[in-house]
């Protein structure tokens, strides 16, 4: 299958700090890639919708001033959790899906585990 | 009504059994459906996608679909513990991205 990889694995940042998370597909491009949210013992949430060279689509309820998403190229799209809080810690989770792929078979980042203390 | 909804479990199967794992969906229009493997901790791994009415076979996994039924399975023959996971059924309603059921945590018992 497609490789989706993200970076980093785990970040443990302070209250109120940002933290930038990458995604990118390393063997195709990618116009759309899509982040989840996932808590404990919970499925995943979309959260947005990244788009390349354009605006991203957020989910209601997801505040986009704070969860700041940026798709400057074909191949990366990143997320910047700003002014972390604890109650974002979750792990999140980025997909892209191959351009001519049946539908929308996606394949997944690692993923990233976020504790802020 | 959730949009993808699956039994929580924990499934619990011996070794060699078939394990089979259900969900149901609530937007008839959607077209594409997909049976993710979850290990604790990773992230969703693709085993099956279908996309019509019917059974589809690939290796130990079968994944079947009833549109009219808004329902759709899977079967995974002779159950290994390595398979034990929790498996999220998610569903394309048109909207290009996913929508998952809560997953079913299958423990396959040695």
């Known amino acids: 299958g497609a490789v989706v990889s993200q970076h980093p694995s785990r970040v443990i940042c302070k209250s109120g700090t940002s933290v930038k998370i990458e995604c990118r597909s390393l063997?195709?491009?990618?116009?759309?890639m899509f982040w989840y949210r996932q808590f404990p013992k919970q499925s995943l949430m979309l959260m947005a919708t990244?788009?390349?060279?354009?605006?991203?689509?957020?989910e209601q309820g997801v505040e986009k001033d704070k969860f700041l998403i940026n798709h400057a190229s074909l191949t990366l799209s990143t997320l910047t959790v700003t002014s972390a809080h604890p109650e974002d810690s979750s792990f999140y989770i980025c997909?892209?899906?191959?351009?001519?792929?049946?539908?929308?078979?996606?394949?997944f980042g690692q993923g990233t585990r976020l504790t802020v203390v | 009504q959730k949009e993808v909804e699956q039994n929580s479990g924990p499934l619990s199967v011996p070794e060699g059994a078939i394990a089979s794992l259900n969900c149901t969906y609530s937007?008839?229009?959607?077209?594409?459906f997909f049976w993710y493997r979850q290990y604790s901790g990773k992230s969703p791994e693709l085993i099956m996608s279908?996309?019509?009415?019917g059974d589809k076979e690939d290796g130990r996994f079968t994944a079947q679909l009833n549109k009219a039924s808004q329902y759709v399975s899977l079967l995974i023959r002779d159950s290994q513990p390595s398979d034990s996971a929790t498996y999220l059924c998610?569903?394309?309603?048109?909207?290009?991205?996913?929508?998952f059921g809560s997953g079913t945590r299958l423990q396959v018992q040695p």
């Open positions: 997909s892209a899906s191959p351009p001519g792929s049946m539908n929308t078979e996606a394949f």
């Open positions: 063997d195709f491009q990618a116009t759309t």
């Open positions: 990244s788009n390349e060279g354009s605006k991203a689509t957020y």
């Open positions: 937007d008839r229009g959607s077209q594409s």
């Open positions: 279908i996309y019509s009415n």
């Open positions: 998610a569903v394309d309603t048109g909207r290009r991205a996913l929508t």
